[in-house]
């Protein structure tokens, strides 16, 4: 079968496994791999994360939104154009067989699992090779099971009758990612992702199956998406869809993903570009009083909307400093980035990234 990538024989490790992948199909400009998985559940032992363990069916995401901070991890299969993140999707081979062989009583003993840390389990790819379903056919068979999805694919609605079996031998919570329910804001930040109206209908479905959803607003965009009226909207808008929560959390940029990104500002909002440049100079976090702002805000905006503060629920991983790295597979620095390929904000090949 084809693979991406002649093997050199000094090549190790997840590069080596990425350039022995198969090609499965190719659709437009996406290429999809079977990639080999030697393990599935991945252990997070940052204790600032919410979580135990973590699940990626994918690596890479079709979604490609422009702000996504999974973008590098691309680089440690030896592709360091930041595009090939959503155009070169690798499916995990065997991950559900894989998966029952790691889920032991130890593991999950009162222990959580996230689903969609480094990619988005309901990218376009599932509904063509459905590794995500099969995974949650295998957690689907262990008693106790703390699962917590994040994704902004509507897709998940597929898939309510085996979220509610994992629902009634242990415990689930979903989060819907929505940024904004600005609908031509939402294509050019995410041209591939499911408008927010989709994801809103995703999410009283869940609830209409009795499931605990809400909405996860990240990341908030500085001068994007910050508002109170952005905010307040997406908030409004999840309580009429029947969330459960509603958490939010500010931009990380790391290299590739601020390459990226920056580049993206500069075509399609090129009065914030300088301005994201300072704020992002020295750090790939926001510094804590904007950080403290928001989430002041987040508070405020669901007392007014009637959403409950959960302290009870876990919201999606927060990337904070010490633990992005533990978040992010746990790899080492990747190497320097090649300038970005340029795309348009529809992620069409273009010598400009323009907006038009």
Same mark, same amino acid.
């Given at each position: 079968?084809?693979?991406?990538?002649?093997?050199?024989?000094?090549?190790?490790?997840?590069?080596?496994?990425?350039?022995?992948?198969?090609?499965?199909?190719?659709?437009?400009?996406?290429?999809?791999?079977?990639?080999?998985?030697?393990?599935?559940?991945?252990?997070?032992?940052?204790?600032?994360?919410?979580?135990?363990?973590?699940?990626?069916?994918?690596?890479?995401?079709?979604?490609?939104?422009?702000?996504?901070?999974?973008?590098?991890?691309?680089?440690?299969?030896?592709?360091?154009?930041?595009?090939?993140?959503?155009? @070169?999707?690798?499916?995990?081979?065997?991950?559900?067989?894989?998966?029952?062989?790691?889920?032991?009583?130890?593991?999950?003993?009162?222990?959580?699992?996230?689903?969609?840390?480094?990619?988005?389990?309901?990218?376009?790819?599932?509904?063509?090779?459905?590794?995500?379903?099969?995974?949650?056919?295998?957690?689907?068979?262990?008693?106790?099971?703390?699962?917590?999805?994040?994704?902004?694919?509507?897709?998940?609605?597929?898939?309510?009758?085996?979220?509610?079996?994992?629902?009634?031998?242990?415990?689930?919570?979903? !989060?819907?990612?929505?940024?904004?329910?600005?609908?031509?804001?939402?294509?050019? &930040?995410?041209?591939?992702?499911?408008? %927010?109206? @989709?994801?809103?209908?995703?999410?009283?479905?869940?609830?209409?199956?009795?499931?605990?959803?809400?909405? !996860?607003?990240?990341?908030?965009?500085?001068?994007?998406?910050?508002?109170?009226?952005? &905010?307040?909207?997406?908030?409004?808008?999840?309580?009429?869809?029947?969330?459960?929560?509603?958490?939010?959390?500010?931009?990380?940029?790391?290299?590739?993903?601020?390459?990226?990104?920056?580049?993206?500002?500069?075509?399609?909002?090129?009065?914030?570009?300088?301005?994201?440049?300072?704020?992002?100079?020295?750090?790939?976090?926001?510094?804590?009083?904007?950080?403290?702002?928001?989430?002041?805000?987040?508070?405020? &905006?669901?007392?007014?909307?009637?959403?409950?503060?959960?302290?009870?629920? #876990?919201?999606?991983?927060?990337?904070?400093?010490?633990?992005?790295? #533990?978040?992010?597979?746990? &790899?080492?620095? %990747?190497?320097?980035?090649?300038?970005?390929?340029?795309?348009?904000?529809?992620?069409?090949?273009?010598?400009?990234?323009?907006?038009?």
């Amino acid at each position: 079968m084809a693979t991406l990538f002649n093997v050199q024989p000094d090549v190790k490790g997840i590069e080596r496994m990425a350039r022995e992948a198969s090609a499965l199909a190719e659709r437009r400009e996406v290429e999809y791999f079977s990639l080999e998985a030697r393990s599935i559940l991945n252990r997070c032992s940052s204790p600032r994360m919410p979580f135990t363990w973590t699940i990626n069916p994918y690596r890479g995401c079709e979604f490609g939104c422009h702000y996504c901070y999974a973008r590098y991890t691309h680089e440690y299969m030896g592709l360091n154009d930041p595009a090939d993140f959503e155009n @070169k999707i690798y499916a995990k081979r065997d991950a559900a067989r894989t998966l029952l062989r790691e889920l032991t009583p130890e593991r999950l003993n009162g222990q959580s699992i996230a689903l969609g840390t480094a990619t988005d389990p309901y990218q376009p790819a599932e509904r063509r090779f459905r590794v995500t379903r099969g995974l949650l056919g295998a957690l689907a068979q262990a008693d106790g099971v703390r699962l917590g999805i994040t994704t902004k694919g509507d897709l998940i609605v597929r898939d309510i009758d085996v979220l509610r079996r994992i629902a009634a031998r242990g415990s689930l919570q979903v !989060n819907i990612t929505i940024t904004t329910v600005d609908t031509r804001l939402a294509r050019i &930040l995410e041209f591939r992702a499911p408008t %927010p109206q @989709k994801r809103l209908a995703a999410l009283r479905a869940l609830r209409d199956a009795g499931l605990r959803a809400g909405v !996860n607003i990240a990341p908030v965009l500085p001068d994007l998406t910050d508002t109170r009226e952005s &905010l307040a909207a997406v908030i409004a808008a999840a309580r009429d869809a029947g969330a459960t929560h509603a958490f939010a959390n500010t931009l990380f940029l790391r290299d590739a993903a601020k390459a990226r990104f920056l580049a993206f500002l500069e075509e399609c909002f090129p009065r914030l570009s300088a301005r994201y440049a300072l704020r992002y100079a020295r750090s790939a976090f926001l510094d804590q009083r904007y950080k403290d702002r928001i989430m002041r805000l987040m508070d405020e &905006l669901r007392r007014e909307h009637g959403i409950p503060d959960r302290p009870d629920l #876990q919201p999606p991983a927060a990337i904070h400093d010490a633990a992005a790295q #533990q978040l992010l597979l746990g &790899l080492p620095e %990747p190497p320097r980035l090649e300038p970005p390929r340029r795309q348009d904000c529809q992620g069409r090949p273009t010598s400009r990234l323009g907006c038009g």
